[in-house]
């Protein structure tokens, strides 16, 4: 038995990384095409993620009340400007799903409950604001691969900080009830490994970004990081369920791999440092 546990565990961690790397690569090479190929790839990393959030409620994605959600979604995530159309008002948008979806709790008996249509709301907010900021920092010109790169950068390295730190020296754990395995040094290790990254990025490009902002972005995308994988940790275990869906092996779905991605980007967006 102790042998074919460990069988499995070899096998499982060479499925995670050889989907980690093709999927990376090809992330990767979309990210410096940019244009379109980076766009249509980031609105289908969307709406799968927001399929899955639909799933964890309990609604399959053709449900009319996700369909509503999608089309929220969508609203925010279009690259409208792009595309050389003018973008709705997201004010209206909002406003305009929140109607749908509650007269959806009338239409259906509350066979779709008011709770159930305020978390259809929520993960389009979620979901299509923090998709919609990885667009908006691709387009940034003239330098949007850097600060893209730079932003990834630090969210990856943190998470290696913290994997490998954790192992290594990880003795006080962090957030136990929400996520048992994280540890406080994991933490601090990839809160440095991120700053140190961004550091190497501002002294590479020093004409492009201050070192001061490049290390705060650092911090923020590893604090931030950090806590968007608590949240995401937080519903799956309300939930009752260990990945948010199955589409990389190995590694779960896509809010799985993207729960710190949904965070970072729209703070470093809405603070103003990218």
């Not at 920092?137 to 994997?163: K, M, N, Q």
């Not at 949240?231 to 190995?250: C, E, F, M, W």
């Not at 710190?260 to 703070?267: A, D, E, G, R, T």
Request: hydrophobic letters at 55%.
């Amino acid at each position: 038995m102790a042998a074919y546990s460990l069988y499995w565990s070899e096998l499982t961690l060479r499925q995670r990384i050889l989907t980690g790397v093709v999927a990376g690569a090809l992330f990767v090479g979309l990210a410096i095409v940019g244009g379109w190929a980076y766009m249509a790839m980031i609105l289908l990393l969307a709406v799968i993620g927001y399929a899955e959030f639909a799933r964890m409620i309990g609604y399959a994605w053709h449900h009319p009340a996700a369909l509503a959600g999608f089309a929220g979604l969508l609203l925010l995530v279009f690259p409208w400007s792009q595309a050389g159309l003018s973008a709705p008002d997201p004010l209206v948008s909002l406003w305009l799903l929140m109607f749908v979806l509650l007269s959806i709790t009338v239409v259906t008996r509350n066979r779709v409950a008011v709770d159930q249509a305020a978390l259809l709301l929520l993960g389009s907010l979620y979901i299509g604001i923090g998709f919609s900021a990885m667009i908006a920092v691709r387009e940034l010109e003239p330098h949007g691969l850097f600060y893209t790169a730079l932003a990834f950068g630090c969210i990856w390295s943190s998470d290696i900080g913290a994997y490998f730190t954790g192992r290594a020296f990880g003795k006080h754990k962090l957030w136990p009830a929400i996520s048992p395995n994280k540890t406080i040094e994991g933490a601090l290790g990839g809160i440095l490994l991120a700053v140190a990254v961004a550091l190497v990025c501002a002294l590479a490009a020093p004409a492009w970004i201050g070192l001061g902002k490049a290390l705060l972005i650092g911090l923020i995308a590893a604090v931030a990081g950090q806590l968007g994988d608590l949240i995401q940790s937080a519903y799956k275990r309300v939930k009752g369920i260990k990945d948010t869906g199955n589409l990389l092996p190995g590694h779960g779905g896509v809010l799985d791999r993207c729960d710190s991605w949904l965070i970072v980007f729209p703070i470093l967006t809405l603070t103003g440092l990218l």
